[in-house]
């Protein structure tokens, strides 16, 4: 149902494309930000835009693209998504070769299905469900980040091989595809593990605005021994109250979890939080072993008065590198041949880690992501892993 009413709203915006101009002015070529300035995703939507600007002014100082100025074009979809269709129309109108839409696949398609119908490209900050591309809206969407499987099946793999982790207990928060994403990929990689020694234990579920989940937590403490590790696979903001809830039960298991917990923004309301670890892109606490990060986050704080707030903020500044890339490889703005030359990237390098694309993904199925542990309320940095093989497209398409 949610695929037919995807393609029913593509076609309906078929319908308008036709009177949108097929070319930006010849001076300048224009980006448009479909996202949120207002509302709840805001808080996701507008720092990756911030490091997606600093991408930008630094392509504009260097002389710009195909020798033009990238202008910048805005729309507030106002973390609604029929106003996120809004801004995608809004942005179109204002010339966009490029639609940016928001972090996320429910509230970025509306206006990335604007894009696909315009004959454009559009790009999601940080969308981490396979939807949010090729299968979700159509062969000129992208997502600059790596898919929510790719953590889930990396916190596996790391937990069993490095932390030694055998038993595990599988936590879902059913609330959002990316939630799922992550026990998605943590379920394809256990089997695999389980050839090698690893046990499934147990595996439950809640939603992401349940005050209480003291029944998973029960049916946690009666097994006969504690697990090696919680694989929680949530978001916030529901993600604060389990952890603190199991970590009230007196339960201390490692408990992994997916990027979409990463900052110590949160960390106050679980004091002294420990043996707890995410994947992330980048470290935003001053430890990342690439000196070029840590340059792009002085460069952020320079720009914005503040430090990048999670790894959500990379992201926005590979969305612009790699279009930029193809598009000077393409010679041109046309949607079609920017795309060719996005699906030719293999390994591209990018400041936060090499980028695949392909006519049959505009993601990543595989990535080095750095491991960040939280110790007495400190996140920090402690290792970095790659999984065994990338995902393959009929396991993140379950």
Not at 146 to 172: I, S
Not at 188 to 199: D, R, T, V
Not at 249 to 254: C, F, W, Y
Not at 260 to 268: A, C, E, F, H, I
């Amino acid at each position: 149902m949610k695929m037919k009413l995807t393609l029913l709203t593509a076609a309906a915006f078929t319908a308008v494309s036709a009177v949108f101009p097929a070319f930006a002015a010849d001076d300048k070529i224009v980006v448009g930000f479909a996202t949120a300035q207002s509302g709840f995703m805001q808080a996701y939507d507008q720092p990756a835009a911030d490091a997606a600007m600093i991408r930008i002014d630094e392509i504009n100082k260097a002389g710009g693209l195909l020798g033009k100025k990238i202008e910048v074009v805005k729309a507030d979809t106002k973390s609604d998504r029929a106003e996120g269709a809004k801004a995608g129309l809004s942005v179109l109108d204002q010339g966009a070769d490029l639609v940016v839409v928001s972090c996320d696949y429910d509230f970025g398609s509306p206006a990335a299905l604007a894009a696909e119908a315009a004959g454009k490209i559009s790009f999601f900050l940080c969308a981490e469900s396979v939807k949010a591309g090729i299968q979700g809206v159509g062969p000129h969407s992208f997502s600059a980040s790596v898919l929510a499987p790719v953590q889930g099946a990396t916190m596996a793999e790391w937990a069993f091989k490095k932390k030694n982790a055998k038993t595990f207990y599988r936590l879902l928060d059913t609330w959002t595809e990316y939630n799922k994403g992550i026990c998605d990929g943590f379920d394809w990689m256990m089997p695999k593990l389980e050839a090698q020694g690893a046990k499934l234990v147990g595996k439950d579920t809640f939603k992401n605005d349940d005050a209480s989940i003291a029944a998973q937590i029960t049916r946690i403490k009666a097994l006969p021994k504690e697990p090696d590790a919680i694989m929680l696979c949530t978001m916030m903001p529901g993600a604060v109250s389990a952890i603190k809830q199991i970590r009230a039960a007196g339960i201390n298991s490692m408990i992994l979890n997916g990027s979409g917990v990463d900052g110590s923004y949160w960390l106050s309301a679980v004091p002294d939080l420990s043996n707890f670890f995410v994947p992330v892109q980048g470290s935003i606490y001053g430890d990342d072993p690439n000196p070029d990060v840590q340059k792009f986050n002085a460069a952020y704080k320079a720009k914005t008065g503040q430090d990048p707030s999670s790894q959500y903020v990379y992201p926005g500044y590979v969305m612009i590198d790699v279009w930029a890339k193809a598009v000077e490889r393409a010679k041109s703005t046309d949607a079609d041949k920017v795309v060719a030359e996005l699906e030719k990237m293999k390994g591209e390098p990018t400041l936060f880690g090499p980028r695949t694309f392909t006519s049959e993904l505009h993601h990543q199925n595989t990535a080095k992501y750095l491991i960040a542990e939280t110790t007495k309320g400190k996140p920090h940095i402690v290792d970095s892993w790659t999984i065994s093989e990338p995902i393959p497209l009929d396991a993140l398409m379950k």
